[in-house]
């Protein structure tokens, strides 16, 4: 049970990792400017669902994730380069307090909430992470790491459907996702023994 509990988390990271931290991967991770938000985004959604190659899709999500990570602000940048540093080193209190001043200082920007419900989730405080990942997908219904982190907690209270739903959603935005895949198929598979 811990260790999906860890591949929960370890997925949600990744999503939630800066721009920079994607590069060891081999992701095609571009500058700031090479991304805007609006147009270019919804361009690279579009490639992201058309997307049939696991590697190129993961190319397309590292791009994804960089315009998600630019903030806008460096103050807000720093803040979040700091709570990174301090949830790797499981510091989840001084982590939090960074995210709560992001989302005091700039409540639109999605990714700070996403990190917080992040941290959240790590210290198994599913509710509190859940608040979070609403926010999220209030900003950012397209955001696959939040989706994934909701299907993780609704796995974990032992709500497969609702699991199944969220991992289904992932796979309508990002359909080469292995994770949520694997995920959606042994949800459906347990759902179906359970009806019979």
Request: proline share 4%; hydrophobic share 45%.
């Amino acid at each position: 049970m811990r260790s999906v509990f860890a591949l929960c988390a370890l997925s949600f990271l990744a999503v939630a990792l800066p721009a920079h931290a994607a590069e060891p991967l081999g992701l095609d991770v571009r500058k700031p400017e090479d991304v805007k938000p609006g147009a270019g985004l919804d361009k690279l959604f579009d490639e992201l669902r058309h997307e049939r190659n696991e590697q190129a899709a993961e190319r397309i999500a590292g791009r994804i994730q960089a315009a998600w990570n630019r903030s806008g602000s460096a103050n807000i940048d720093l803040m979040m380069q700091w709570a990174r540093k301090a949830t790797a080193e499981q510091r989840f209190d001084v982590a939090l307090d960074f995210l709560d001043q992001v989302t005091t200082m700039k409540p639109d920007y999605a990714e700070g909430w996403n990190r917080r419900a992040t941290v959240h989730y790590m210290m198994s405080d599913y509710a509190k992470s859940m608040v979070d990942i609403e926010h999220t997908l209030q900003l950012e219904p397209r955001h696959f790491g939040a989706l994934s982190g909701m299907a993780g907690i609704m796995k974990a209270r032992g709500r497969k459907q609702m699991a199944l739903n969220a991992y289904e959603r992932v796979l309508a935005i990002y359909p080469m996702m292995r994770s949520a895949q694997a995920e959606a198929a042994s949800l459906a598979e347990d759902l179906t023994g359970e009806g019979i």
